[in-house]
Every structure is written in C-alpha cells, then in structure tokens.
C-alpha cells in the first residue's frame, strides 16, 4: 500500500509560545518491504497524519487511494480499515468497559463477518499474549502493558494492511520486547503487513527494523538500511549498547565482527578467550 509525503509540514501549537515545526518539507515515499523506523523529535505525529487525525499545515499525504490535505474531505473509516495505528494507551476515542467491548467494536466496524467475531477476538487475544480469561476484564483494571496488549489487539482483530506502531515497546522487559519483534517480523514476513516504527530506541530496533529514518528540527537527516554501524546516525541517535561496546573494543586494536545480537556476541567473546 503506498504511503508518500509531498512536501509536507506541520507546525505545531501554531501561534502559541510552545510553537513547533515538526515537519519542515518533507518528501518520502515508504517502502512496504522494510520494517521502518522514524526516530527524532517528530512524536507520533507522522502515524497520526498517515491515519487523518491530524492534517498537514503544508503539502499533502498520499494513502492508498486517498489523499490527505490541511482541509480537503477524507475518509477517516476507510483509512482507518487499511490502517491500524497503535499508540500508547488504548484509544482514547473508544472507552469500552470490558475488553471483549473493545476489539467487538473494531471488528464489527472494521470488519463486519459476525459469525467470525468471536473466534477473530480470542485469536487477538492470544497472538498478544492474554488468554480468553481477559475477555471480560475491565479495562480499567488493565495495567499499562495489559492495556498496550489489548490495543494491539484491537489492531490485529480487523486485520489491516498497515500497523504503525507509537513507542509500543515502552514498559515492556526485554524478553517481552524480544517476543514482540518476532511477532511483527512473522506478520511482516508471512502476512505482508507494512510495519512502521516510531521510536527512539534503538536497542529495539536491532535485528528487527531495516530502515532507520531520522527527523532533527524538522528535516530528514538521515536515511539508512545498514544502519546498525553507521557512524552518520550516531550523530542524531543514542547508540545501542551492544553496537558501542563492539566500537570501543575495536578501538583497542582487536579484530571484532560488528554483532547485533548479545547471545552472539558472547560466543564470540568465548570462543576467544578458550
């Protein structure tokens, strides 16, 4: 599914003392065989201008068969269908009391097929992590991470085309991050779902996201597929552990792969000193 930026900017609190512009021109064009991470000081402002809820100050936001302008007419409900947009708590839009409620509205609004629903809900339910016993939880009695899973949930139950993910790994340990990089590689990989990325952690992004975009007052400085090593990110983004340990012991002289992974990485370290 195309997603493409033309010339698009936005301001933020426009005519406020907290003015901010969060997008200054920017040109780009998505592509749907890269798991793509959007880094920088942009918040969740570029998934809420690919999904319409907020409109560009400048310029235009091409999704699919829709076009998105600061005022032209737009089907929320159909980019919406293609798009699922993941943000950090469940949707503030849709307060349902208990978390059947809450993927049942998605799905009948999204999806409709009613004979499916109720196998479609515990399906999401599961490739999340939770059991059928959270079907009639209350969502206020959710924790944060339960609730993200349940959010997520909401998304996988219509099945769009497009998940765009807001720092949805925050609160998670790292096994936990760890089994949610595998679930959205296998639904990229096996399901060919676009998967965008909004995040500064790059940590997470290893083994995981192939292209990392950086936006830095306003612009785009910087694009890249083999980015793990690039010095050129580094000078916007904090380095991953593994990536900086990996530099510094090349810069005593030794000969060192560039590792990704920490288990791989202590083989090595074994290995040599066996």
């Known amino acids: 599914m195309e997603i493409r930026f033309d010339s698009v900017s936005y301001l933020q609190n426009k005519g406020l003392d907290n003015e901010r512009l969060l997008l200054d021109n920017i040109n780009y064009t998505f592509n749907m065989e890269d798991i793509t991470m959007i880094c920088g000081s942009v918040d969740a402002i570029i998934g809420k201008l690919i999904v319409g809820s907020k409109r560009v100050s400048k310029g235009s936001v091409t999704v699919g068969d829709n076009t998105i302008k600061s005022n032209n007419a737009i089907d929320k409900c159909a980019i919406r269908k293609d798009i699922g947009f ?57 924790s944060y991470t339960e609730r993200k899973r349940v959010n997520l949930a909401a998304i996988l139950v219509y099945n769009p085309k497009v998940i765009i993910l807001d720092n949805f790994e925050k609160g998670f340990n ?21 998967i965008i990325v909004i995040s500064n952690d790059l940590e997470f992004a290893l083994n995981f996201v192939d292209k990392v975009i950086v936006i830095n007052k306003g612009k785009m400085v910087y694009e890249g597929n083999d980015w793990a090593y690039d010095d050129k990110l580094y000078k916007y983004m904090e380095m991953p552990d593994i990536v900086e340990f990996v530099k510094y012991i090349r810069s005593l002289g030794r000969d060192i792969l560039p590792y990704t992974d920490n288990k791989e990485l202590l083989k090595a370290i074994y290995r040599d000193v066996a």
Do not use: C, P
Request: glycine fraction near 4%; proline fraction near 0%; avoid cysteine.
């Open 86 to 142: 993941v943000g950090h708590t469940m949707n503030k839009n849709v307060k349902m009391k208990y978390v059947y409620d809450e993927l049942k509205y998605y799905y009948d609004k999204f999806k409709g097929i009613v004979e499916l629903r109720d196998d479609r809900i515990k399906e999401a339910l599961l490739i999340v992590g939770l059991n059928n016993d959270y079907l009639y939880r209350l969502v206020d009695d959710l």
């Open 174 to 194: 790292d096994k936990e991050k760890k089994e949610f990089k595998k679930l959205f590689s296998n639904l990229h990989e096996k399901y060919h779902k676009q």
